[in-house]
C-alpha cells in the first residue's frame, strides 16, 4: 500500500501537523479580526495584540515549512517511481490518477500565496502601528482555504494510487512515442523557442519600467511557455538524448538535481512578477524590489536553458534533431 512508504508517510504527517497549526491560527485571526482597534488602549485589545503576536509567528513558521515541503513533495515523487510498476520518473506518478496535476498546479498556488503573505508580513512589521495587520489576516482566510483544499486532494491522491497497475512512463505522457503536436496554439519547436526569449525580453522590459499588471501577466505567459520549452526542447540537451521529454527526470542525481536549478528559477521569477502586483493590491502602495529579482531569476532560468544548448553545440558541433 502506497500509504506505507516512508516518503508519503513523513510528507502526510507533516502536511497534517501544519494543518493543525493553521486551523489554530484561523480561529484566533477570526476574533483577532473581529474586534482589534490598535487605536484602542484596553486591556482587551492588549491581550488581542499579544494574540497577534504569537498568531503571526505560528502563520510565519507554518508557512515557511509549507514552501519547504514542495521540493520535499517532487522528491517523495520521485523516490515512488521506484515502486509504481512503469514508472520510470515522477512523471509516471503524478499522472496516475486524475488528482495528481490538479495537486501539482495547486501546490505551485499555494506557494505562491504564501510568498506574498511572507511578503506583506515583512512590510506589516517594518511600519509602525501595524497599518496591514488585517489585510495581512484576511489574505490568510484564502492561504487556509487553498491549503484546505490541498489536504484534502493529497489525500485523495495517494489514495488512488495502485501499486498494481502499470502507469505510463514519461515517454509516453509527453509525447515521444504518442502522435500529435504537444506544443500549444499548434506551435512548432522553432516558434515555441522565438516566443519564448521574446517573452524573456517583455518580462525583462516590463520589470524594469514597473508596469505590475502587465509584468504580471506577462511573467505568466513566460511560465505558460517556458515549461513547454524546457519539456521539448531545452530538457532534452539536460538529458543529451533528442526523444527524451520529461520534466522530471532532470530532478535526478544522474543529472546533478539541475531540474530543482531550472524550475525554481522560472518559479521564483514568476513568483516575483505576481507578487509587485498583488502586494501592490493588498498593502496599497509599491513594492520596488520585485520587479528587479523577477528579472534576476528569470534572466538564471533563461541562462541556465541556454548555456546546455550553448555547451553541446561547442562540444559536438551540431544541435540535437
Given at each position: 500500500?502506497?500509504?506505507?512508504?516512508?516518503?508519503?508517510?513523513?510528507?502526510?504527517?507533516?502536511?497534517?501537523?501544519?494543518?493543525?497549526?493553521?486551523?489554530?491560527?484561523?480561529?484566533?485571526?477570526?476574533?483577532?479580526?473581529?474586534?482589534?482597534?490598535?487605536?484602542?488602549?484596553?486591556?482587551?485589545?492588549?491581550?488581542?495584540?499579544?494574540?497577534?503576536?504569537?498568531?503571526?509567528?505560528?502563520?510565519?513558521?507554518?508557512?515557511?515549512?509549507?514552501?519547504?515541503?514542495?521540493?520535499?513533495?517532487?522528491?517523495?515523487?520521485?523516490?515512488?517511481?521506484?515502486?509504481?510498476?512503469?514508472?520510470?520518473?515522477?512523471?509516471?506518478?503524478?499522472?496516475?490518477?486524475?488528482?495528481?496535476?490538479?495537486?501539482?498546479?495547486?501546490?505551485?498556488?499555494?506557494?505562491?500565496?504564501?510568498?506574498?503573505?511572507?511578503?506583506?508580513?515583512?512590510?506589516?512589521?517594518?511600519?509602525?502601528?501595524?497599518?496591514?495587520?488585517?489585510?495581512?489576516?484576511?489574505f490568510f482566510l484564502l492561504i487556509f482555504v487553498a491549503v484546505a483544499l490541498e489536504s484534502v486532494l493529497d489525500w485523495l491522491y495517494f489514495l488512488n494510487i495502485s501499486t498494481l497497475t502499470p502507469v505510463q512512463c514519461c515517454s509516453g505522457i509527453y509525447g515521444a512515442v504518442g502522435e500529435g503536436n504537444p506544443l500549444p496554439l499548434g506551435l512548432n519547436t522553432d516558434t515555441l523557442l522565438v516566443l519564448f526569449y521574446l517573452l524573456y525580453a517583455l518580462v525583462v522590459v516590463l520589470g524594469m519600467m514597473r508596469y505590475n499588471l502587465l509584468h504580471l501577466?506577462?511573467?505568466?505567459?513566460?511560465?505558460?511557455?517556458?515549461?513547454?520549452?524546457?519539456?521539448?526542447?531545452?530538457?532534452?540537451?539536460?538529458?543529451?538524448?533528442?526523444?527524451?521529454?520529461?520534466?522530471?527526470?532532470?530532478?535526478?542525481?544522474?543529472?546533478?538535481?539541475?531540474?530543482?536549478?531550472?524550475?525554481?528559477?522560472?518559479?521564483?521569477?514568476?513568483?516575483?512578477?505576481?507578487?509587485?502586483?498583488?502586494?501592490?493590491?493588498?498593502?496599497?502602495?509599491?513594492?520596488?524590489?520585485?520587479?528587479?529579482?523577477?528579472?534576476?531569476?528569470?534572466?538564471?532560468?533563461?541562462?541556465?536553458?541556454?548555456?546546455?544548448?550553448?555547451?553541446?553545440?561547442?562540444?559536438?558541433?551540431?544541435?540535437?534533431?
Open positions: 500500500m502506497i500509504l506505507l512508504a516512508n516518503e508519503v508517510v513523513v510528507f502526510l504527517f507533516l502536511e497534517a501537523v501544519l494543518l493543525v497549526l493553521l486551523l489554530v491560527a484561523l480561529v484566533n485571526t477570526l476574533t483577532i479580526l473581529k474586534s482589534w482597534d490598535f487605536s484602542a488602549s484596553t486591556p482587551a485589545q492588549y491581550a488581542l495584540e499579544k494574540r497577534a503576536y504569537l498568531v503571526v509567528l505560528v502563520i510565519l513558521g507554518t508557512l515557511v515549512f509549507k514552501i519547504l515541503l514542495l521540493p520535499f513533495f517532487s522528491h517523495s515523487i520521485d523516490e515512488l517511481a521506484a515502486i509504481i510498476p512503469g514508472a520510470m520518473c515522477g512523471a509516471g506518478v503524478i499522472e496516475s490518477n486524475g488528482f495528481g496535476p490538479p495537486l501539482m498546479l495547486l501546490k505551485v498556488v499555494v506557494l505562491f500565496l504564501a510568498g506574498i503573505w511572507l511578503f506583506a508580513n515583512r512590510e506589516d512589521l517594518r511600519a509602525e502601528n501595524h497599518p496591514h495587520l488585517r489585510a495581512k489576516l484576511k501577466l506577462a511573467s505568466a505567459a513566460f511560465l505558460y511557455f517556458g515549461y513547454f520549452a524546457v519539456v521539448y526542447f531545452f530538457g532534452t540537451y539536460v538529458y543529451q538524448l533528442p526523444t527524451h521529454k520529461c520534466p522530471f527526470c532532470m530532478l535526478q542525481k544522474e543529472y546533478y538535481y539541475v531540474g530543482y536549478l531550472i524550475w525554481g528559477a522560472l518559479l521564483t521569477g514568476t513568483f516575483f512578477g505576481v507578487a509587485g502586483f498583488v502586494l501592490r493590491l493588498l498593502l496599497g502602495r509599491e513594492i520596488n524590489f520585485t520587479q528587479r529579482w523577477a528579472v534576476a531569476f528569470h534572466t538564471l532560468f533563461v541562462i541556465t536553458c541556454s548555456l546546455y544548448v550553448g555547451v553541446f553545440f561547442l562540444r559536438n558541433g551540431v544541435l540535437l534533431q
